[in-house]
Nanobody, 120 residues
Framework: VQLQASGGGLVQTGGSLRLSCAAS????????MRWSRQAPEKQRELVAT???????YYADSVKGRFTISRDNAQNTVFLQMSSLKPEDSSVYYC???????????????WGQGTLVTVSS
């Protein structure tokens, strides 16, 4: 099982970016999918979560600006980021709770991270 994140880049304050994270491999079922971020010298922060049923959580710092969504047919989670601020600059990581075929439990799998830089 692999998660491949993409969509990061350099954007000006107030701009937008859309991150994608596609899961592939021996996948039977995906439960929660998440985006986290980690800036230099800071702890990793959970940004948003979307369950298989569509329940959503956002960190207070991104509410009203970020939108998480998923395409279950494509095993992909998205993060639409708008009204970006310099403090949103981080490496963004996706992760998901995945149950492979032949396995009876879910495990958390991580993507490789994609860098978002917001210039002031």
């Amino acid at each position: 099982v692999q998660l491949q994140a993409s969509g990061g880049g350099l954007v000006q304050t107030g701009g937008s970016l859309r991150l994608s994270c596609a899961a592939s491999g021996n996948i039977f079922s995906i439960n929660d999918m998440r985006w986290s971020r980690q800036a230099p010298e800071k702890q990793r922060e959970l940004v948003a979560t979307i369950s298989s049923g569509g329940s959503i959580y956002y960190a207070d710092s991104v509410k009203g600006r970020f939108t998480i969504s998923r395409d279950n047919a494509q095993n992909t989670v998205f993060l639409q980021m708008s009204s970006l601020k310099p403090e949103d600059s981080s490496v963004y990581y996706c992760n998901a709770d995945i149950k492979p075929y032949g396995v009876t439990y879910y495990s958390k799998y991580w993507g490789q991270g994609t860098l978002v830089t917001v210039s002031s």
